[in-house]
Protein backbone atom coordinates (compact mmCIF):
# COMPACT_ATOMS: atom_id res chain seq x y z
CA UNK A 1 0.00 0.00 0.00
CA UNK A 2 2.93 2.62 1.02
CA UNK A 3 5.10 1.93 -2.06
CA UNK A 4 1.83 2.11 -4.46
CA UNK A 5 1.92 5.51 -2.78
CA UNK A 6 4.97 6.25 -3.37
CA UNK A 7 4.70 5.16 -6.78
CA UNK A 8 1.48 7.62 -7.40
CA UNK A 9 2.11 11.17 -9.25
CA UNK A 10 0.73 13.65 -6.81
CA UNK A 11 1.17 11.86 -3.52
CA UNK A 12 4.82 12.09 -2.68
CA UNK A 13 4.80 16.07 -3.76
CA UNK A 14 1.52 16.47 -1.77
CA UNK A 15 2.99 15.62 1.10
CA UNK A 16 5.84 17.00 0.84
CA UNK A 17 3.92 20.07 0.85
CA UNK A 18 1.44 19.31 3.45
CA UNK A 19 4.43 18.72 5.87
CA UNK A 20 5.75 22.15 4.69
CA UNK A 21 2.62 23.65 5.84
CA UNK A 22 2.43 21.67 8.93
CA UNK A 23 5.85 23.08 10.22
CA UNK A 24 4.69 26.60 9.40
CA UNK A 25 1.37 26.24 11.65
CA UNK A 26 3.52 24.76 14.09
CA UNK A 27 5.75 27.84 14.14
CA UNK A 28 2.67 29.88 14.19
CA UNK A 29 1.56 27.76 17.03
CA UNK A 30 4.66 28.13 19.23
CA UNK A 31 5.14 31.55 18.19
CA UNK A 32 1.88 32.38 19.46
CA UNK A 33 2.65 30.38 22.87
CA UNK A 34 5.85 32.44 23.28
CA UNK A 35 7.86 29.75 22.78
CA UNK A 36 9.29 31.04 20.02
CA UNK A 37 10.53 35.02 20.31
CA UNK A 38 8.13 36.89 17.95
CA UNK A 39 10.62 39.85 17.57
CA UNK A 40 12.69 37.09 15.98
CA UNK A 41 10.59 35.13 14.24
CA UNK A 42 7.62 36.48 13.01
CA UNK A 43 4.53 34.48 12.72
CA UNK A 44 4.25 33.01 9.42
CA UNK A 45 0.39 34.30 9.21
CA UNK A 46 1.73 38.19 9.33
CA UNK A 47 4.98 37.43 6.97
CA UNK A 48 2.10 36.35 4.52
CA UNK A 49 0.31 39.62 5.32
CA UNK A 50 3.01 41.31 4.50
CA UNK A 51 3.71 40.50 1.01
CA UNK A 52 0.88 42.13 -0.75
CA UNK A 53 1.97 45.48 1.44
CA UNK A 54 5.92 45.35 0.03
CA UNK A 55 4.41 44.13 -3.27
CA UNK A 56 2.59 47.59 -3.35
CA UNK A 57 4.50 49.79 -1.36
CA UNK A 58 8.15 48.71 -2.16
CA UNK A 59 7.73 49.10 -6.10
CA UNK A 60 8.26 45.57 -6.50
CA UNK A 61 7.77 45.54 -9.80
CA UNK A 62 9.67 48.32 -10.80
CA UNK A 63 12.48 46.55 -8.43
CA UNK A 64 11.70 43.53 -10.47
CA UNK A 65 12.49 45.14 -13.77
CA UNK A 66 15.85 46.43 -12.49
CA UNK A 67 17.06 43.05 -11.23
CA UNK A 68 15.99 41.11 -14.59
CA UNK A 69 17.66 43.92 -16.72
CA UNK A 70 20.90 43.85 -14.88
CA UNK A 71 20.44 39.66 -15.52
CA UNK A 72 19.84 40.89 -19.44
CA UNK A 73 22.90 42.97 -19.41
CA UNK A 74 24.96 39.71 -18.23
CA UNK A 75 23.68 37.28 -19.81
CA UNK A 76 23.95 39.33 -23.39
CA UNK A 77 27.90 40.26 -22.08
CA UNK A 78 27.69 35.99 -21.24
CA UNK A 79 26.78 35.27 -24.61
CA UNK A 80 29.33 37.47 -26.46
CA UNK A 81 32.38 37.22 -24.60
CA UNK A 82 31.80 33.51 -23.33
CA UNK A 83 30.91 32.00 -26.65
CA UNK A 84 34.03 34.33 -28.26
CA UNK A 85 36.20 33.15 -26.03
CA UNK A 86 34.78 29.43 -26.04
CA UNK A 87 35.32 29.49 -30.12
CA UNK A 88 38.24 30.94 -30.26
CA UNK A 89 39.88 28.51 -28.02
CA UNK A 90 38.23 25.76 -29.64
CA UNK A 91 40.15 27.13 -33.02
CA UNK A 92 43.17 27.43 -31.43
CA UNK A 93 43.94 24.33 -30.16
CA UNK A 94 47.54 25.38 -28.21
CA UNK A 95 45.88 28.22 -26.42
CA UNK A 96 43.15 25.97 -26.03
CA UNK A 97 45.90 23.48 -24.15
CA UNK A 98 47.67 26.32 -22.47
CA UNK A 99 44.45 27.94 -20.70
CA UNK A 100 41.68 25.56 -20.42
CA UNK A 101 42.90 24.87 -16.52
CA UNK A 102 42.79 28.49 -15.79
CA UNK A 103 39.46 28.88 -16.85
CA UNK A 104 38.06 25.71 -14.64
CA UNK A 105 40.48 27.27 -12.14
CA UNK A 106 38.33 30.52 -12.10
CA UNK A 107 34.82 28.93 -12.02
CA UNK A 108 36.06 27.24 -8.57
CA UNK A 109 37.48 30.85 -7.70
CA UNK A 110 35.43 33.02 -5.13
CA UNK A 111 34.82 36.18 -8.02
CA UNK A 112 32.20 37.64 -6.01
CA UNK A 113 34.72 38.61 -3.24
CA UNK A 114 35.96 40.70 -5.51
CA UNK A 115 33.35 43.19 -5.26
CA UNK A 116 35.03 46.15 -3.40
CA UNK A 117 37.62 46.28 -5.93
CA UNK A 118 34.49 46.43 -8.53
CA UNK A 119 32.76 49.44 -6.26
CA UNK A 120 36.44 51.04 -6.89
CA UNK A 121 36.62 50.27 -10.42
CA UNK A 122 32.95 50.94 -11.51
CA UNK A 123 31.46 53.07 -9.06
CA UNK A 124 28.39 52.17 -6.70
CA UNK A 125 25.83 51.48 -10.12
CA UNK A 126 24.32 48.80 -12.29
CA UNK A 127 27.74 48.31 -13.91
CA UNK A 128 29.02 47.02 -11.10
CA UNK A 129 26.38 44.37 -10.38
CA UNK A 130 26.10 43.08 -14.19
CA UNK A 131 30.19 42.78 -14.57
CA UNK A 132 30.03 41.09 -10.99
CA UNK A 133 27.71 38.65 -13.18
CA UNK A 134 29.23 38.67 -15.72
CA UNK A 135 32.42 37.86 -14.27
CA UNK A 136 30.67 34.92 -12.37
CA UNK A 137 29.31 33.52 -15.07
CA UNK A 138 31.90 33.62 -17.39
CA UNK A 139 33.89 30.10 -16.96
CA UNK A 140 30.70 27.77 -17.41
CA UNK A 141 29.64 29.40 -20.84
CA UNK A 142 33.44 29.44 -22.12
CA UNK A 143 34.02 25.48 -20.65
CA UNK A 144 30.70 23.76 -22.38
CA UNK A 145 31.46 26.16 -25.72
CA UNK A 146 34.70 24.46 -26.17
CA UNK A 147 33.12 21.16 -24.77
CA UNK A 148 29.99 21.85 -27.44
CA UNK A 149 32.55 22.02 -30.55
CA UNK A 150 35.46 19.76 -29.77
CA UNK A 151 32.40 17.30 -29.03
CA UNK A 152 30.84 17.00 -32.87
CA UNK A 153 30.95 13.86 -34.35
CA UNK A 154 33.86 13.62 -36.44
CA UNK A 155 31.62 11.12 -38.81
CA UNK A 156 29.49 14.81 -39.62
CA UNK A 157 32.64 16.75 -39.88
CA UNK A 158 33.61 14.26 -42.57
CA UNK A 159 29.89 14.38 -44.70
CA UNK A 160 30.44 18.20 -44.35
CA UNK A 161 33.96 18.20 -45.75
CA UNK A 162 32.83 15.62 -48.56
CA UNK A 163 30.00 18.05 -49.86
CA UNK A 164 33.27 20.37 -50.33
CA UNK A 165 31.70 22.73 -47.74
CA UNK A 166 34.07 25.74 -46.95
CA UNK A 167 35.00 26.56 -43.41
CA UNK A 168 32.24 29.07 -42.85
CA UNK A 169 29.89 26.23 -44.63
CA UNK A 170 31.35 24.19 -41.99
CA UNK A 171 30.64 25.88 -39.13
CA UNK A 172 27.03 27.46 -39.95
CA UNK A 173 25.35 24.17 -40.98
CA UNK A 174 27.76 21.22 -38.60
CA UNK A 175 29.62 22.70 -35.95
CA UNK A 176 27.27 25.17 -34.71
CA UNK A 177 24.31 23.21 -34.68
CA UNK A 178 25.76 20.42 -33.30
CA UNK A 179 27.41 22.73 -30.29
CA UNK A 180 24.40 24.78 -29.42
CA UNK A 181 22.40 22.12 -26.79
CA UNK A 182 25.67 21.96 -25.09
CA UNK A 183 26.22 25.83 -25.38
CA UNK A 184 22.81 26.33 -24.23
CA UNK A 185 24.01 24.13 -20.63
CA UNK A 186 26.91 26.76 -20.13
CA UNK A 187 24.98 29.34 -20.83
CA UNK A 188 21.87 27.97 -18.23
CA UNK A 189 24.73 27.65 -15.76
CA UNK A 190 26.54 30.92 -16.11
CA UNK A 191 23.15 32.77 -16.23
CA UNK A 192 22.34 31.06 -12.87
CA UNK A 193 25.57 32.18 -11.38
CA UNK A 194 25.09 35.15 -13.02
CA UNK A 195 21.58 35.65 -11.19
CA UNK A 196 23.23 34.63 -7.86
CA UNK A 197 25.49 37.22 -7.44
CA UNK A 198 23.38 39.98 -9.35
CA UNK A 199 20.73 39.60 -6.53
CA UNK A 200 24.37 39.05 -3.86
CA UNK A 201 25.72 41.88 -4.78
CA UNK A 202 22.67 44.05 -5.08
CA UNK A 203 22.15 43.26 -1.39
CA UNK A 204 25.84 43.73 0.13
CA UNK A 205 26.22 47.12 -1.73
CA UNK A 206 22.60 48.20 -0.86
CA UNK A 207 21.86 49.01 -4.63
CA UNK A 208 19.54 48.14 -7.34
CA UNK A 209 16.58 46.00 -7.14
CA UNK A 210 15.11 42.99 -5.26
CA UNK A 211 18.59 42.40 -3.28
CA UNK A 212 18.14 46.09 -2.05
CA UNK A 213 14.81 45.54 -0.97
CA UNK A 214 15.53 43.02 1.73
CA UNK A 215 18.61 44.94 2.99
CA UNK A 216 16.51 48.27 3.08
CA UNK A 217 13.53 46.07 5.09
CA UNK A 218 16.19 44.52 7.04
CA UNK A 219 17.27 47.74 8.07
CA UNK A 220 14.12 49.51 8.80
CA UNK A 221 13.57 46.20 11.36
CA UNK A 222 10.52 45.31 9.48
CA UNK A 223 10.98 42.26 10.60
CA UNK A 224 7.32 40.27 8.33
CA UNK A 225 9.00 42.49 5.29
CA UNK A 226 11.96 40.91 5.75
CA UNK A 227 11.14 37.41 5.71
CA UNK A 228 8.34 38.61 3.08
CA UNK A 229 10.80 39.68 0.22
CA UNK A 230 13.63 36.96 0.97
CA UNK A 231 10.19 34.56 0.55
CA UNK A 232 9.47 36.97 -2.49
CA UNK A 233 12.97 36.55 -4.10
CA UNK A 234 13.84 32.76 -3.19
CA UNK A 235 10.34 32.26 -5.12
CA UNK A 236 11.30 34.54 -8.22
CA UNK A 237 14.85 32.32 -8.34
CA UNK A 238 12.90 29.14 -8.08
CA UNK A 239 10.64 30.52 -10.63
CA UNK A 240 13.71 31.41 -12.87
CA UNK A 241 15.91 28.18 -12.54
CA UNK A 242 12.59 26.41 -13.19
CA UNK A 243 11.79 28.06 -16.44
CA UNK A 244 15.49 27.55 -17.30
CA UNK A 245 15.54 24.22 -16.72
CA UNK A 246 12.23 23.72 -18.70
CA UNK A 247 13.47 25.70 -22.00
CA UNK A 248 16.44 23.44 -21.76
CA UNK A 249 14.86 20.36 -21.74
CA UNK A 250 12.50 21.70 -24.72
CA UNK A 251 15.64 22.38 -26.66
CA UNK A 252 17.30 18.84 -25.91
CA UNK A 253 14.61 16.31 -25.53
CA UNK A 254 16.93 13.45 -25.07
CA UNK A 255 18.05 14.48 -21.90
CA UNK B 1 31.63 20.96 -17.52
CA UNK B 2 34.89 20.03 -19.78
CA UNK B 3 37.53 18.60 -17.64
CA UNK B 4 39.91 20.87 -17.86
CA UNK B 5 43.19 19.13 -20.22
CA UNK B 6 40.63 16.87 -21.46
CA UNK B 7 41.64 17.52 -24.78
CA UNK B 8 44.06 13.84 -26.00
CA UNK B 9 47.20 12.89 -25.46
CA UNK B 10 49.59 15.68 -25.75
CA UNK B 11 53.03 14.84 -28.03
CA UNK B 12 56.18 16.41 -25.80
CA UNK B 13 57.00 19.01 -28.44
CA UNK B 14 53.25 20.05 -27.79
CA UNK B 15 54.22 20.24 -23.82
CA UNK B 16 56.57 22.45 -24.31
CA UNK B 17 54.38 25.08 -27.13
CA UNK B 18 52.01 25.01 -24.09
CA UNK B 19 54.23 25.66 -21.33
CA UNK B 20 55.84 28.69 -23.65
CA UNK B 21 52.46 29.77 -24.61
CA UNK B 22 51.49 30.21 -20.87
CA UNK B 23 54.83 31.44 -19.88
CA UNK B 24 53.90 34.44 -22.89
CA UNK B 25 50.77 35.00 -21.87
CA UNK B 26 51.20 35.85 -18.22
CA UNK B 27 54.37 37.81 -18.96
CA UNK B 28 51.76 39.90 -21.16
CA UNK B 29 49.54 39.51 -18.90
CA UNK B 30 51.82 41.22 -16.35
CA UNK B 31 53.48 44.06 -18.86
CA UNK B 32 50.12 44.99 -19.62
CA UNK B 33 48.68 45.24 -15.85
CA UNK B 34 52.28 47.37 -15.31
CA UNK B 35 51.95 49.51 -18.64
CA UNK B 36 48.26 50.60 -17.45
CA UNK B 37 49.49 51.21 -14.04
CA UNK B 38 51.97 53.78 -15.47
CA UNK B 39 50.00 55.45 -17.69
CA UNK B 40 47.66 57.26 -15.35
CA UNK B 41 44.80 56.03 -17.84
CA UNK B 42 42.86 54.76 -14.07
CA UNK B 43 42.55 56.62 -10.75
CA UNK B 44 45.65 56.58 -9.43
CA UNK B 45 45.72 53.50 -7.25
CA UNK B 46 43.05 51.47 -8.77
CA UNK B 47 45.80 49.60 -10.63
CA UNK B 48 48.56 50.01 -8.71
CA UNK B 49 51.86 48.75 -9.70
CA UNK B 50 53.11 44.98 -9.38
CA UNK B 51 56.10 45.94 -7.00
CA UNK B 52 53.35 47.80 -4.96
CA UNK B 53 50.81 44.67 -4.78
CA UNK B 54 54.34 42.64 -4.23
CA UNK B 55 55.28 44.57 -1.32
CA UNK B 56 51.78 44.74 0.21
CA UNK B 57 51.38 40.56 0.02
CA UNK B 58 54.94 40.78 1.92
CA UNK B 59 53.51 43.11 4.37
CA UNK B 60 50.20 41.17 4.65
CA UNK B 61 52.24 38.01 5.27
CA UNK B 62 54.68 39.37 7.37
CA UNK B 63 51.81 40.50 9.99
CA UNK B 64 50.35 38.38 13.10
CA UNK B 65 47.26 40.41 12.49
CA UNK B 66 46.14 38.72 9.26
CA UNK B 67 47.37 35.23 10.49
CA UNK B 68 45.02 35.77 13.77
CA UNK B 69 41.55 37.22 11.04
CA UNK B 70 43.07 34.34 8.76
CA UNK B 71 42.43 31.29 11.55
CA UNK B 72 39.16 33.22 12.76
CA UNK B 73 37.91 33.12 9.20
CA UNK B 74 38.88 28.98 8.61
CA UNK B 75 37.42 28.25 12.16
CA UNK B 76 34.28 29.81 11.25
CA UNK B 77 34.26 28.01 7.75
CA UNK B 78 35.22 24.65 9.04
CA UNK B 79 32.70 24.99 11.74
CA UNK B 80 30.39 25.73 8.63
CA UNK B 81 31.65 22.63 6.54
CA UNK B 82 31.31 20.37 9.71
CA UNK B 83 28.06 21.21 10.78
CA UNK B 84 26.65 21.48 6.54
CA UNK B 85 28.71 18.83 5.91
CA UNK B 86 27.19 16.38 8.22
CA UNK B 87 23.85 17.49 7.73
CA UNK B 88 23.87 17.72 4.06
CA UNK B 89 25.07 14.06 4.11
CA UNK B 90 22.23 12.73 6.81
CA UNK B 91 19.19 14.02 4.45
CA UNK B 92 21.54 12.84 1.11
CA UNK B 93 21.30 9.29 2.58
CA UNK B 94 17.68 9.76 3.73
CA UNK B 95 16.93 10.97 0.07
CA UNK B 96 19.11 9.18 -1.90
CA UNK B 97 17.94 5.87 -0.07
CA UNK B 98 14.32 6.41 0.19
CA UNK B 99 12.52 6.47 -3.28
CA UNK B 100 9.10 8.38 -1.29
CA UNK B 101 11.21 11.11 0.66
CA UNK B 102 13.40 12.01 -2.49
CA UNK B 103 9.86 12.25 -4.22
CA UNK B 104 8.40 14.56 -1.44
CA UNK B 105 11.12 16.72 -0.17
CA UNK B 106 14.23 16.71 -3.17
CA UNK B 107 12.56 19.08 -5.33
CA UNK B 108 12.79 21.66 -2.42
CA UNK B 109 16.98 21.09 -1.93
CA UNK B 110 17.19 21.14 -5.84
CA UNK B 111 15.65 23.82 -6.73
CA UNK B 112 16.21 26.21 -3.31
CA UNK B 113 19.97 24.90 -3.65
CA UNK B 114 21.03 27.44 -6.08
CA UNK B 115 19.00 30.51 -4.81
CA UNK B 116 20.87 33.56 -3.92
CA UNK B 117 22.18 32.14 -0.05
CA UNK B 118 23.27 36.08 1.70
CA UNK B 119 20.15 37.72 1.60
CA UNK B 120 19.18 34.97 4.16
CA UNK B 121 22.19 37.16 6.18
CA UNK B 122 19.36 39.34 8.02
CA UNK B 123 17.68 36.47 9.24
CA UNK B 124 21.09 34.81 10.32
CA UNK B 125 21.63 37.83 12.16
CA UNK B 126 18.54 38.10 14.28
CA UNK B 127 19.09 34.18 14.97
CA UNK B 128 22.41 33.73 16.19
CA UNK B 129 24.11 37.79 16.60
CA UNK B 130 26.45 39.60 14.64
CA UNK B 131 29.70 37.76 16.29
CA UNK B 132 30.84 34.35 14.28
CA UNK B 133 27.65 32.50 15.13
CA UNK B 134 25.95 34.49 12.28
CA UNK B 135 28.98 33.80 10.03
CA UNK B 136 29.11 29.86 10.87
CA UNK B 137 25.15 30.19 10.03
CA UNK B 138 25.95 32.04 6.24
CA UNK B 139 28.51 28.74 5.82
CA UNK B 140 26.03 25.96 6.77
CA UNK B 141 23.60 27.06 4.91
CA UNK B 142 25.59 27.76 1.66
CA UNK B 143 27.43 24.30 2.34
CA UNK B 144 24.37 22.10 3.20
CA UNK B 145 22.46 22.03 -0.78
CA UNK B 146 25.61 20.88 -2.89
CA UNK B 147 26.48 18.97 -0.37
CA UNK B 148 22.95 16.64 0.01
CA UNK B 149 22.18 17.08 -3.50
CA UNK B 150 25.73 15.30 -4.29
CA UNK B 151 25.22 12.36 -1.00
CA UNK B 152 21.75 11.37 -2.25
CA UNK B 153 23.29 11.28 -5.83
CA UNK B 154 25.92 9.03 -4.50
CA UNK B 155 23.52 7.14 -2.73
CA UNK B 156 21.57 5.95 -5.67
CA UNK B 157 24.66 4.93 -7.88
CA UNK B 158 25.86 2.39 -4.92
CA UNK B 159 25.98 -0.61 -6.46
CA UNK B 160 23.05 -2.86 -5.37
CA UNK B 161 24.81 -5.60 -4.93
CA UNK B 162 27.17 -4.07 -1.87
CA UNK B 163 23.56 -3.61 -0.13
CA UNK B 164 22.05 -7.12 -1.00
CA UNK B 165 25.06 -8.52 1.09
CA UNK B 166 24.97 -6.09 3.70
CA UNK B 167 21.30 -7.21 4.07
CA UNK B 168 22.10 -10.90 3.94
CA UNK B 169 24.61 -10.29 6.93
CA UNK B 170 22.00 -8.63 8.87
CA UNK B 171 24.04 -5.72 9.65
CA UNK B 172 22.41 -2.62 11.43
CA UNK B 173 21.34 0.28 10.46
CA UNK B 174 24.33 2.10 11.70
CA UNK B 175 27.14 -1.09 10.43
CA UNK B 176 25.06 -0.06 6.30
CA UNK B 177 25.74 3.30 6.97
CA UNK B 178 29.40 2.86 8.10
CA UNK B 179 30.41 -0.24 6.25
CA UNK B 180 28.83 0.50 2.90
CA UNK B 181 27.01 3.52 2.25
CA UNK B 182 30.31 5.55 3.11
CA UNK B 183 33.07 3.84 1.67
CA UNK B 184 30.81 3.27 -1.62
CA UNK B 185 30.03 6.96 -1.49
CA UNK B 186 33.60 7.96 -1.37
CA UNK B 187 33.70 10.10 -4.44
CA UNK B 188 30.49 11.78 -4.63
CA UNK B 189 30.86 12.78 -0.66
CA UNK B 190 34.42 14.07 -1.66
CA UNK B 191 33.02 16.11 -4.62
CA UNK B 192 30.21 17.46 -2.78
CA UNK B 193 32.41 18.48 -0.16
CA UNK B 194 34.75 20.59 -2.35
CA UNK B 195 31.46 22.04 -3.67
CA UNK B 196 30.25 22.88 -0.81
CA UNK B 197 33.81 24.29 0.31
CA UNK B 198 33.30 26.70 -2.31
CA UNK B 199 30.65 27.97 -1.19
CA UNK B 200 30.91 27.97 2.00
CA UNK B 201 34.02 29.92 1.49
CA UNK B 202 31.84 32.68 -0.58
CA UNK B 203 28.86 32.44 1.88
CA UNK B 204 31.16 33.26 5.38
CA UNK B 205 33.30 35.71 3.72
CA UNK B 206 30.98 37.74 2.47
CA UNK B 207 28.61 37.93 5.69
CA UNK B 208 32.23 39.27 7.21
CA UNK B 209 32.16 41.87 4.72
CA UNK B 210 28.78 43.18 5.37
CA UNK B 211 28.68 42.99 9.10
CA UNK B 212 31.54 41.92 11.19
CA UNK B 213 34.46 43.27 13.07
CA UNK B 214 37.05 40.39 12.14
CA UNK B 215 38.13 37.68 9.74
CA UNK B 216 39.22 38.06 6.29
CA UNK B 217 36.27 39.22 4.85
CA UNK B 218 36.37 41.98 7.60
CA UNK B 219 39.98 43.06 6.15
CA UNK B 220 38.98 43.30 3.12
CA UNK B 221 36.39 45.29 3.26
CA UNK B 222 38.23 47.76 5.90
CA UNK B 223 40.85 47.82 2.58
CA UNK B 224 38.15 49.26 1.00
CA UNK B 225 37.18 51.47 2.73
CA UNK B 226 39.91 53.01 3.48
CA UNK B 227 41.16 52.75 0.04
CA UNK B 228 44.25 51.07 0.67
CA UNK B 229 44.17 49.26 -3.04
CA UNK B 230 47.74 47.60 -2.58
CA UNK B 231 45.80 45.82 0.43
CA UNK B 232 42.97 44.69 -0.73
CA UNK B 233 44.86 43.01 -3.76
CA UNK B 234 47.34 41.53 -1.83
CA UNK B 235 44.12 39.83 0.24
CA UNK B 236 42.63 39.13 -2.89
CA UNK B 237 45.68 37.64 -4.33
CA UNK B 238 46.15 35.74 -1.12
CA UNK B 239 42.23 34.12 -0.80
CA UNK B 240 42.25 33.09 -4.33
CA UNK B 241 45.18 31.09 -3.55
CA UNK B 242 44.26 30.00 -0.75
CA UNK B 243 40.62 28.72 -1.83
CA UNK B 244 41.98 27.90 -5.25
CA UNK B 245 44.72 25.45 -3.59
CA UNK B 246 42.35 23.64 -0.81
CA UNK B 247 39.92 23.10 -3.81
CA UNK B 248 42.90 21.21 -5.75
CA UNK B 249 43.53 19.75 -2.72
CA UNK B 250 40.58 17.88 -1.88
CA UNK B 251 39.71 17.35 -5.76
CA UNK B 252 42.58 14.99 -5.07
CA UNK B 253 40.65 13.10 -2.84
CA UNK B 254 38.06 12.39 -4.85
CA UNK B 255 40.34 10.99 -7.92
CA UNK B 256 40.07 7.05 -7.49
CA UNK B 257 44.35 6.24 -7.25
CA UNK B 258 45.74 9.51 -5.35
CA UNK B 259 45.42 7.68 -2.32
CA UNK B 260 48.66 6.43 -0.56
CA UNK B 261 49.78 2.88 -0.88
CA UNK B 262 49.44 0.38 2.54
Known amino acids: ?255 | MAAAGNVGAIAPTAQRHVLWLRAAIIVVVLAVWEAVAASGLLFRDVVPSLAVIGKAIGRLLATPDFYRNLSITAAEIAGALLIGGLAGVVVGIAIGANRFLARAYESFIYYLGPTPKIIFFPIMIMWFGVGPGSKVAMGVLSCFFPIAVSAAGGMREIDKVLIRVGRSFRVTAWQMVSKIYLPAMRAPIVNGIRLGLGVAIIGTLLAETKLSNRGLGYLIIQAYSVFDMPRMYALLTVLFVLSIGVNALIGRLATPGRRGVD
Not at chain 1, 60 to 83: K, M, P
Open chain 1, 1 to 255: MRRAFADTRFGPPAVGVASLLLALALLEALIAAGVINGFIVPRPSQIIAAIPRIIVEEDVLDRFLQTALEALWASLLLTVVGIGLGMLLFRFRLLRLATETWVAALASAPVVLMYPLFLVIFGRSATTIVMIGFAAGLSPVILKTVEGFAGTRKVLLDVGRSFRLTNTQLFHKILLPAALPTIFVGLRLGLIFAMINIVGVEFLINFGGLGQLINELAERYDLPGTYGAIFFVVLVSVVFFFCAERIERWLRPGM
